[in-house]
């Protein structure tokens, strides 16, 4: 006998969890309906309290016959001592930003691992216990001190703000009387943005200390008798090592934009079908017809009042389409002070009133678009994909950068130049039996996104030879 458990997916449409059941869980079962427990994954982003439990994880030995190759010289560490810390400002922005441009190297430089992205979130009191992520950053120094290897980590009661949907897993625990939250989320928080997660300096011990690292996250989960750690958005590679320390795999699907080494706007054109060519520039025709002008801000030209007004566009967006925003004032304000030039605001003025705006943030070799907004019961028919998509196309051809990834879902984006990619998550779950119905489901899950994957691209905007060398 089985019982089905609804698990929503936009790729499976809503296919079912089934559970074998033992007498054992049917026992279980009984009692749950007949407490009428239900699922709490949309139930309010309440805070929770980390557990009780001495913060510092171990001490390690890093051994001769480790990893070679590392350029940075800090003497001969022997000793990694591994550790909790409730605040990303327990770190210097030094030590942690270290850990983030080596693991990524300068030319693909993730804004969004710095701590000075990360910090704003918890200052302006975006990722806080009050709103149900509770920093447990990881850190490691060696003897002298040293900071070698961090991980932006969170205790969580809530899945809200995540982008790889495990609300139908939630259910499931909950079916079965089990608790599922509080969990461990290694990730940004609010950003479905792909980047390292496990953070570590380019040393001659740099493999070890990674080892360690996802160790020290694989005991942390039992520590601290959570259900589960789930690691999102990691690095191809990440994804791959993580496998074989026994957590599960799972892929999704977004859609980036590539550079073929375009001189103009025009020559990316051309790489089009021709419906999809002409499409555009009448979407782009439209912008003028209505009186807008389109403006590229960076760094010290956006001023605090672009922010507020930024603001007041976010919130529109948030309460027509969400129903919550997960960032304040303080943080766009917080982390524009920052990151400096690496943020790119795309501004949609009318006159001289700004009516819309797009936020993006600028990597080693991407652009990174993030939020979008505009006035409250305004309409601007195809504004949205100029700010959002084609203004984006320009700044990275006009900086020769390679890609840009334009956020979560959509599939509109396509007719625009943005094809499907792969992205990544992995999962620790500590249930052995949970594990490995979570494990079927995602074997599922995975051949319809790949299949999906294969149906989008063959029907792609470019012109055949283009998808073919895209493909390759």
């Not at 000793?79 to 990524?104: H, M, P, Q, Y």
């Not at 290897?149 to 939630?170: Q, R």
């Not at 948030?318 to 990151?339: Q, V």
């Not at 990174?368 to 195809?382: D, E, F, I, S, V």
Request: aromatic residues 12%; glycine residues 6%; hydrophobic residues 40%.
């Amino acid at each position: 006998m089985a019982v089905a458990v609804a698990a929503p997916s936009p790729f499976l449409g809503g296919a079912p969890l089934h559970f074998k059941k033992t007498s054992f869980q049917r026992c279980i079962l009984n009692s749950v309906l007949q407490l009428r427990i239900k699922a709490l994954f949309w139930g309010p982003r309440k805070a929770v309290e980390p557990a009780k439990v001495d913060l510092s994880i171990g001490d390690f030995s890093l051994t001769e016959s480790g990893s070679k190759g590392g350029t940075t010289n800090l003497g001969e560490a022997k000793k990694l001592s591994v550790s909790v810390v409730s605040s990303i400002s327990e770190v210097s922005s030094d030590e942690w930003d270290a850990c983030s441009l080596d693991a990524t190297g300068p030319e693909q430089f993730n804004p969004f691992l710095s701590h000075g992205f990360l910090s704003s979130l918890e200052e302006s009191g975006c990722a806080v216990k009050e709103t149900g992520w509770v920093p447990q950053h990881i850190i490691a120094r060696d003897e002298c001190g040293n900071v070698l290897g961090v991980i932006p980590l969170y205790l969580k009661s809530h899945s809200y703000g995540e982008y790889v949907f495990d609300h139908s897993w939630a259910d499931a625990y909950y079916s079965y009387g089990s608790r599922y939250y509080p969990k461990l989320q290694c990730c940004v928080p609010f950003t479905p943005v792909t980047g390292q997660r496990i953070l570590v300096r380019n040393t001659a011990y740099r493999d070890q200390i990674f080892d360690i690292l996802i160790s020290a996250l694989m005991a942390l989960t039992v520590k601290f008798q959570v259900s589960s750690l789930h690691i999102t958005f990691p690095s191809a590679n990440e994804w791959d090592k993580l496998k074989e320390k026994g957590f599960l795999q799972r892929i999704g699907m977004q859609y980036h934009w590539k550079n073929r080494n375009y001189k103009s706007f025009d020559e990316f054109l051309m790489d089009m079908k021709q419906s999809k060519r002409k499409n555009i520039r009448q979407e782009r025709k439209k912008i003028s017809s209505q009186n807008l002008t389109m403006k590229r801000l960076r760094g010290y030209e956006i001023k605090a009042r672009h922010w507020d007004t930024f603001y007041e566009f976010y919130r529109n967006t948030t309460d027509n389409k969400w129903g919550s925003a997960y960032l304040t004032r303080d943080f766009f304000h917080n982390m524009a002070s920052k990151m400096g030039d690496k943020v790119l605001l795309v501004a949609a003025q009318e006159g001289e009133e700004l009516v819309a705006a797009a936020l993006n943030l600028i990597g080693g070799d991407t652009i990174y678009g993030r939020l979008w907004g505009c006035l409250p019961r305004a309409y601007y028919p195809n504004l949205h994909f100029e700010a959002c998509y084609y203004q984006a196309i320009e700044a990275a051809i006009e900086l020769n950068l390679d890609k840009v990834e334009a956020g979560a879902q959509g599939e509109h984006k396509i007719q625009r130049g943005y094809l499907p990619v792969t992205t990544y998550s992995c999962h620790y779950i500590l249930d052995a039996e949970f594990r490995k119905v979570i494990a079927d489901f995602l074997a599922r899950e995975a051949a319809q996104v790949k299949l999906v994957m294969k149906l989008l691209h063959d029907s792609g905007p470019f012109k055949d030879d283009v998808s073919l060398s895209a493909e390759a």
